[in-house]
């Protein structure tokens, strides 16, 4: 929110400072210390209601040692972090990044599901809280969605040498250059729409899965689409 603000302040009025909030190493500090400060001045808070509130663990009698220690943490502390992470989001980064929009989409969801859960425990006395079933729907449901949408959309892409990328034939969509200081050189990279993945310990770190969506249609060759022409 406030990125867009001061960008459109600077463009606009020139005003002192705004430029500021275009670097992400400022922004990433900015909200580093927010979500720190939303820990220590809201946090407390927030678990000192939920004790008076007695929303608390409820801990099954099963003859073990030290189990009633646990009864009455605060449970739904969750609220903690998700307020640590969403407000610095919001306020500090860049709303129109679909990364972005993927993060607090992935963080509301699962956020709903663990509330749901302490919910079921705590005002319906039910310590299994929700079935594990609707749990599993509930987090492959979002791998779904966010594993389509990083497939399908265009500011999804991967960066990589231009000879790399004529050499796969994949859609290039973009153009840049970047100083290599290994061979102190300029060396020239694209960003290209691809169906590619890292994975740890796998060849390269790289894995391509179109041909495990092959039977969907929806991908046609490496690139499946036109280079972009300069």
């Given at each position: 929110?406030?990125t ?13 400072g705004?430029g ?50 646990k ?25 129109d ?11 509301v ?12 425990k705590?005002?319906?006395?039910n ?48 153009f ?11 060396k ?17 770190n ?24 300069r």
């Amino acid at each position: 929110m406030f990125t867009h603000l001061f960008d459109y302040l600077d463009r606009l009025y020139d005003l002192p400072g705004a430029g500021l909030f275009r670097y992400i190493t400022f922004r990433a500090g900015a909200a580093i210390i927010l979500s720190l400060l939303i820990s220590m001045v809201f946090g407390a808070g927030i678990i000192r209601k939920l004790r008076q509130l007695q929303i608390g663990e409820r801990v099954r009698e099963l003859g073990l040692a030290g189990q009633k220690e646990k009864e009455g943490t605060p449970t739904m502390g969750g609220l903690i972090i998700i307020l640590a992470v969403m407000l610095p989001c919001l306020l500090l980064a860049r709303l129109d990044n679909i990364y972005i929009q993927l993060m607090l989409l992935s963080t509301v969801w699962m956020g709903v599901i663990g509330f749901i859960d302490d919910y079921i425990k705590v005002f319906k006395k039910n310590k299994a809280g929700l079935k594990g079933i609707f749990k599993v729907i509930g987090q492959v449901g979002l791998g779904l969605i966010v594993g389509l949408i990083m497939l399908l959309h265009d500011q999804v892409t991967v960066r990589m040498t231009l000879e790399e990328a004529q050499a796969e034939g994949y859609e290039i969509t973009q153009f840049f250059n970047t100083y290599d200081a290994s061979t102190d050189s300029v060396k020239e990279y694209v960003h290209v729409k691809t169906t590619l993945t890292n994975v740890p310990f796998l060849k390269s770190n790289r894995l391509d899965y179109k041909d495990l969506l092959s039977f969907l249609g929806i991908m046609q060759g490496p690139g499946h689409g036109s280079s972009l022409s300069r």
